[in-house]
């Protein structure tokens, strides 16, 4: 370990943490600004806020070290209390975040409790007994800071704890299909990477603050996945856009061995809802038909997308005939279960058709005008049907 004097590195610090504090201000209001307030984009905001005070406290922290005085003293105390008290609620915050993100779905509430809540509560009481034991940190007499002999133990933890979540989002990008999702899974993973290179840096040169800033830099890799997320939605429905819809069929085109499902499908009668009541009406009819598809394929691998106008796209990477069918089966199911709730001042209907590629290759021009045909089939029988 290289021991630097803190009036020597005090500049550099207090700078880097000032544009990196700039820096994760930018990105919460990013967050506050330009996305839907979501359950993953408070987590985010939750997270910038804390890493924001961690900033501020650690600058503190270098602008008190060494200072003299009783009220001094007790600022450091309590200045440095809050900013170990933050690190651990900033940790739990990724974990949860992190978490909802890999596996789709909350943590669950009493292993939230036995595996995160307990063991940092403990880690918490470690960090507030510390100005009477010194544990985790300790001021000498002329009130500079130093590490506990437990510090490096609760950075191994905490550490063990970020790499877990790092280890849950590789493996789940293993099994994942979907190229989005594989690349914010690979992005979680990458996390823990910039904070953990600062770390060694700030243990090889104790007097220099590299964590959180570095930390920074992974949140700024996490905004701009999720503004890429956002390019790739349809802004109505939150589904796949035609573009990603696009990108994501190029991943299938040419590819031997490797059978999909294609099924098209649009909304009957559109223009009639529209016209009779209203484009809002209608939007709501897109949107509703969105959140069926969601729960129609939710805990799958389908790919979902909105084609344009009243048209829906879903990518199925099994390729079988039976598999289709049984999809549109159920699709038209939970809208007719809708339907019963009344929800609507009209009626629900869909005409879909579907399309196989052969385990040769997969030809998606062909597949589309297959599943276009088909659809118009059922949009035909469906006409009939209304008519008799």
């Known amino acids: 370990m290289i021991e ?3 009036a020597e590195t005090l500049l550099f610090n207090v700078g880097i943490n000032t544009f990196s504090f700039i820096i994760a201000l930018i990105i919460f209001y990013t967050y506050k600004n330009s996305f839907d307030y979501h359950y ?4 985010l905001r939750m997270l910038e806020s804390i890493i924001m005070l961690i900033l501020l406290s650690d600058i503190g922290m270098w602008l008190l070290d060494g200072k003299s005085g009783n009220t001094i003293r007790v600022l450091c105390y309590a200045n440095i209390m809050f900013y170990f008290l933050m690190q651990n609620a900033a940790t739990i915050e990724w974990l949860r975040y992190a978490y909802y993100r890999i596996l789709g779905r909350n943590i669950p509430g009493r292993k939230e409790i036995f595996l995160i809540y307990i063991p940092f509560a403990i880690l918490s009481i470690i960090v507030v007994t510390s100005p009477i034991n010194g544990w985790c940190f300790y001021l000498d007499d002329s009130n500079y800071y130093h590490r506990g002999p437990w510090s490096f133990w609760m950075s191994v933890v905490i550490l063990a704890y970020l790499l877990s979540i790092s280890v849950m989002a590789l493996i789940r990008h293993k099994k994942e299909v979907s190229v989005d999702h594989r690349k914010e899974l690979l992005t979680l993973a990458f996390f823990v990477i910039p904070p953990f290179v600062g770390g060694v840096v700030q243990t090889v040169f104790y007097g220099i603050s590299m964590i959180w800033p570095c930390t920074v830099i992974s949140s700024l890799l996490i905004l701009l996945n999720k503004v890429n ?6 802004s109505l429905t939150g589904l796949n856009n035609r573009r990603n819809m696009e990108r994501h069929l190029l991943t299938y085109e040419g590819e031997q061995n490797r059978a999909i499902s294609l099924i098209i499908m649009d909304i009957n009668d559109f223009k009639a809802i529209n016209d009779q ?3 809002r009406a209608g939007d709501d009819a897109l949107v509703l038909i969105a959140n069926i598809l969601r729960t129609t ?3 799958t691998s389908a790919f979902l997308a909105r084609y344009g106008g009243d048209e829906f796209v879903v990518i199925i990477p099994q390729g079988d005939e039976r598999t289709a069918i049984e999809a549109i089966r159920k699709i038209k199911n939970n809208i007719d279960a809708f339907n019963k709730t009344n929800q609507l001042p009209f009626q629900l209907n869909i005409s879909a058709g579907y399309a ?6 997969v ?6 005008k297959e599943a276009d045909m088909n659809m118009y089939t059922d949009k035909a029988l469906y006409h009939q049907d209304a008519e008799t």
């Open 277 to 279: 009541y209203g484009h």
């Open 229 to 234: 997320e956002a390019i790739s939605r349809d």
């Open 4 to 6: 630097l004097n803190p």
């Open 40 to 43: 993953d984009i408070r987590q």
């Open 356 to 361: 196989i590629s052969n385990e040769k290759s």
């Open 297 to 299: 394929f939710n805990g």
């Open 363 to 368: 030809n998606i021009p062909s597949l589309f």
